[in-house]
């Protein structure tokens, strides 16, 4: 709109201009407004395009509205300007048509050329305005998806945690047990016999130096773990601990972690019944079996092993039940390969033989694998 301040923003120009149309005159006005109009126009859309490189979007929202508001009434001021032309084009004929002096007649022709360059050059920008509109819509769109989207997410995040704060409540992580606890335990129950405190003196002489991949206690934390379990689950049954099964559950892991303990030191001090609890337990040397690695070999094992413990002993296939549950409790302090390979064969083996054992370790070993699989992703 330069041509236009020079040429009516001089003074006395346009009190020329109104002495001889007053039409003319205001639309001129009208054009002046305009193209400071298309100015802030133009400075809010730079200002919309660099606020959206930043991601600014709450300033963005502010700077779509004032944009909207000033094109809305740039076209409603070009609608009526644009009306206005048309009457003033035949004006401005009867004016040139007249008699008027030769520097009248000169005026006014530039200002019909003016008038004529800007209603053509109007007519484009309106077309321009029209296209800024529709794609400041089109962003708005953008945006309301966008943050639809993040709505969404928000609330599947919310969720996300709603469920992992009940798997987590799921999770019940055995406390460390000393070796007090379990004697009251036991002493409560009434079968702390002299078998079962042998049991315990030796399951502390075998498991003294050992510790866990935490760095906690070996028998605080496991072999206690597994004796508590096996009280529970009597509980559960609303049945009394037997000595042969508490004496299996304290010397569970005695031939595998103690090699100065023999099958015949074994029976001699508790006797073949709680031997033969105790024996299908142990696992044999993974190895040994074929396989192309490790993790092949230990599959290999545990299928042999599994087809063992189906002929086992009822209180053996139990304390081997209470075993794993024990140790998935855990299992989360262990690396994540290890963790891995846990979950893995509790699934392929542990599951399938309590489904066939227990339906109290079944549905306990079950929902803490699920658990910590939901977690492990």
Known sequence: MTLFNTLFRRKGSLDYIKDIDKDLYFEIHLLIRLGDFSKEKFRLINEFIDTWDKGRLKKLHSIIEKAEDIVSKESDALSSFLKRLNQDDKNLSVLLNENYTGKTKE???????????????????????????????AKRREIKAFLELMHQEAMLIEAAKKDMDELEDKLRYIHHISKQSIVDLLNKYHILTPTVIKALDQAEISHKNQLRDDG???????????????????????????????????LHDVLEDDPSVDEGAFINKFGRTIYEIVAPLTKPDWQKFPGKNKEEKKMNMNKAYFERMSKARYETKIIKLADRLNNLSYIMHSNPEKMAFYLKETELFHLPFARQTSAYFYKRIKSLHESLVLLEK
């Open 216 to 250: 906690a206690d070996y028998l605080e934390e496991h072999v206690y773990g597994v004796v508590h379990e096996i009280v529970l689950f009597c509980k559960s049954k609303k049945v009394r601990p037997t000595e042969n099964l508490i004496c299996g559950a304290l």
């Open 107 to 137: 005026v006014m022709e530039k200002l019909k050329n003016i008038v004529a360059f800007y209603k053509s050059n109007i007519s484009k920008q309106k077309e321009f305005f029209d296209q800024t509109i529709d794609r400041l819509w």
